[in-house]
């Protein structure tokens, strides 16, 4: 986190799309007339990417509200970077609503669904997962 304050000090004072897009994380499209391209990112700040990306890693595991997503995205058959992007972008927005508007993150519980403890999951993960509490989204 410090890392991201220090190198990215606009955190908090953008919108959630200006943010992602000075980060290097918001989709741009490659159309062309009727043609429809592949959205893909690119720029940004490198070393503020670096640092969100180690922290969605850690997130994909602990954070349920990012290993929700990153579940969600991956049995949609997303690519690994693409569901990686996806939840390093939501974690931004996240932080930056929580500069924004001043407020440390507030703890809900959330309930996996029914389709993840049938998936093959062993029954104490199942549990402990629904003992988990997640952060609310902004």
């Not at 989709?27 to 893909?40: H, L």
């Not at 490198?46 to 579940?71: E, G, H, S």
């Not at 930056?96 to 669904?113: D, G, H, Y």
Request: aromatic letters at 8%; hydrophobic letters at 45%.
């Amino acid at each position: 986190l410090f890392t991201l304050v220090g190198r990215l000090p606009e955190l908090g004072a953008l919108n959630r799309q200006q943010i992602a897009a000075l980060v290097g994380v918001a989709p741009f499209n490659d159309d062309s007339g009727k043609r429809r391209g592949q959205r893909y990112i690119r720029g940004g700040r490198a070393d503020v990417r670096c640092a969100l990306y180690m922290a969605t890693l850690a997130a994909k595991r602990w954070n349920p509200v990012i290993a929700q997503m990153y579940d969600r995205l991956i049995a949609k058959g997303k690519p690994f970077k693409v569901a990686m992007t996806a939840c390093m972008r939501k974690l931004l927005t996240i932080l930056n609503a929580m500069l924004k508007s001043k407020k440390p993150w507030a703890k809900r519980k959330v309930a996996r669904s029914r389709a993840f403890c049938a998936s093959g999951v062993d029954q104490e993960e199942c549990s402990r997962y629904h003992q988990r509490t997640i952060l609310v989204r902004f």
